[in-house]
């Protein structure tokens, strides 16, 4: 069984357009982020939410929006595409707080997001 | 979150043991250090993590120094596919991991 899936895994799309990125993770855990790694590999968080609620804002265009319908769920919606938003966008998820004694991270597959 | 600073890259001859040197200096006292690694085009993958003590599991072992300021990830046997990029990262309580640079590791035949 998979941990943590995201769908699609290639995007490729005209700038100005609107896309969704989805997050499910089956690992019962009540933290979710999202990162983007660029093209010079830089590993970077976006996103955290725990509990459904947003923690972590890392200075994100307001064109980024995710959504998290439930723990189990954090979607990542991008209105008016750019060319700088091509990259990989890796879901994870934790148990808790990051940093904790018993908190690792589990990574998705990746997104790799192309704009045209 | 405190820095970490880490070779760009390392060679490892295959069977042999694989030592990542990491350096966290400003390190406080409530944070771990996590090691991660990225294998080409996957998603970052949990090794090991630690606060004082030296650790070890099936994957790795981590040396963590009396002052706490560098550490060593050790994969013991490394084989062809530990070829990805290792990162150190020294976590706080924020929710936060913030992923450096990380080391190449070319593991060869």
């Known amino acids: 069984d998979t941990a943590v899936s995201q769908t699609p895994k290639y995007l490729v799309t005209q700038m100005g357009n609107d896309k969704s990125i989805k997050c499910e993770q089956n690992?019962?855990?009540?933290?979710m982020y999202w990162y983007k790694q660029d093209s010079k590999k830089f590993l970077k968080i976006m996103f955290s939410?725990?509990?459904?609620?947003?923690?972590i804002n890392e200075t994100v265009p307001n064109r980024f929006s995710p959504k998290s319908p439930d723990k189990a769920h954090l979607n990542l919606h991008i209105n008016s595409l750019e060319l700088g938003d091509s990259a990989v966008y890796f879901c994870a998820s934790s148990r808790g707080l990051a940093g904790g004694s018993t908190d690792t991270q589990y990574f998705g597959p990746g997104t790799r997001l192309t704009v045209l | 979150d405190a820095k970490t600073t880490q070779p760009t890259s390392m060679d490892c001859a295959e069977g042999r043991a694989a030592n990542l040197p990491c350096n966290h200096s400003?390190?406080?006292?409530?944070?771990?250090v996590y090691w991660y690694r990225q294998i080409h085009s996957q998603g970052p993958q949990y090794i090991i993590h630690?606060?004082?003590n030296n650790e070890t599991n099936e994957m790795a072992s981590l040396i963590i120094t009396e002052d706490r300021k560098s550490s060593t990830l050790i994969l013991p046997h490394a084989t062809l596919r530990d070829t990805a990029v290792y990162y150190c990262?020294?976590?706080?309580?924020?929710?936060?991991?913030?992923f450096g640079k990380g080391t190449l590791l070319t593991v060869n035949p």
């Open positions: 690992l019962g855990h009540d933290t």
């Open positions: 990262i020294v976590g706080g309580s924020n929710y936060k991991l913030t």
């Open positions: 630690g606060l004082k």
């Open positions: 939410y725990n509990n459904k609620e947003l923690i």
């Open positions: 400003t390190i406080s006292g409530n944070e771990y």
